[in-house]
């Protein structure tokens, strides 16, 4: 089961081959590193993108990122219950 979050967040990113590349966040307070991406995608926001990425925390939380492009804001969009 998934939780909405949509929280504004701190995201240190790596730039590789023209790609952005999240490696941690900080949410609540805490720093939570990214152990892998499994997923990206790209949205459109009119002639804007929104960058999406699933990911798997130190923990083996599940969570899903997003950038957006026109603002240069991150966001902790969902979490994963068990």
């Known amino acids: 089961m998934d ?3 949509n929280q504004q967040i701190e995201v240190v990113v790596v730039f590789e ?3 952005i590349i ?11 590193k990214i152990a892998r991406i499994t ?15 699933a990911v798997v925390d130190q923990n083996s939380q599940f969570c899903q990122l997003s950038y957006n492009e026109r603002t240069a804001e991150w966001f ?7």
Do not use: A
Request: net charge positive.
């Open 3 to 5: 939780q909405e979050i």
């Open 39 to 53: 997923s990206w995608w790209r949205t459109n926001e009119g002639k804007f993108k929104i960058r999406h990425y």
């Open 22 to 32: 999240p490696v941690r966040f900080r949410w609540s307070g805490r720093v939570i």
């Open 17 to 19: 081959k023209g790609r």
């Open 76 to 82: 902790l969009d969902k979490i994963w219950l068990e």
